[in-house]
């Protein structure tokens, strides 16, 4: 890599436990070793220590919706990412989900209102920006709501494309906070989880 430094990386514990499965198995001890040298094998400048996970857990809003299993996985994930130090990864998350929800949220209005109400704003539907824009003027979301998603999709590109990818020092945690943060206060307001009576 032309003018960088460079760091080698050599792990060969994939090939260790293919070999020792093949011999035998393994047992707990083995399982709980190879977790640990895979920590260690695995470990950046972002991983977090076990008192700096429960900060980050603790950071994070109550979460309080209802979604399909495929959007809660992904928050899912987004979380786990985030409290573990795996910011771009949760930050790109993020962005997929936000996207996946405009698709969404334009199905749900179709099904409601029809489809003669977008025919003419078809142009907008052919990127993030535009369907949020969309939405927003259709009064689907609140201008705070479509506000805090665009936030998403400004953070998501700002880490995500190749060209920026010397940028993500920095204010990195703090992004992903703020989107993962708009992401569940939006999931929160939009998708409440039904109350059992």
Not at 53 to 63: A, E, F, P, Y
């Amino acid at each position: 890599m032309s003018g960088r430094e460079s760091w080698n990386f050599l792990n060969l514990l994939p090939d260790i436990i293919k070999e020792k499965i093949s011999d035998m198995g393994l047992s707990e001890k083995e399982v709980n070793e190879i977790i640990k040298i895979w920590n260690n094998q695995i470990s950046n400048k972002n991983t977090q220590i076990e008192t700096e996970i429960v900060k980050n857990i603790k950071d994070l809003i109550s979460q309080d919706f209802c979604v399909d299993r495929i959007i809660m996985d992904r928050v899912k994930e987004a979380m786990d990412h985030y409290v573990k130090g795996q910011w771009v990864s949760s930050i790109a998350l993020c962005g997929l989900i936000c996207e996946y929800l405009s698709y969404i949220m334009i199905e749900e209005y179709i099904k409601r209102n029809g489809i003669d109400g977008i025919i003419k704003y078809n142009k907008e539907l052919s990127n993030q920006y535009g369907r949020l824009k969309l939405l927003g003027k259709l009064k689907f979301i609140t201008e705070y709501q479509r506000k805090s998603l665009d936030q998403i999709r400004d953070i998501r590109n700002k880490y995500v494309h190749l060209e920026r990818i010397n940028e993500i020092a920095g204010r990195i945690k703090e992004d992903n906070f703020i989107i993962i943060t708009n992401l569940i206060k939006f999931l929160n307001e939009k998708y409440p989880r039904p109350e059992v009576i």
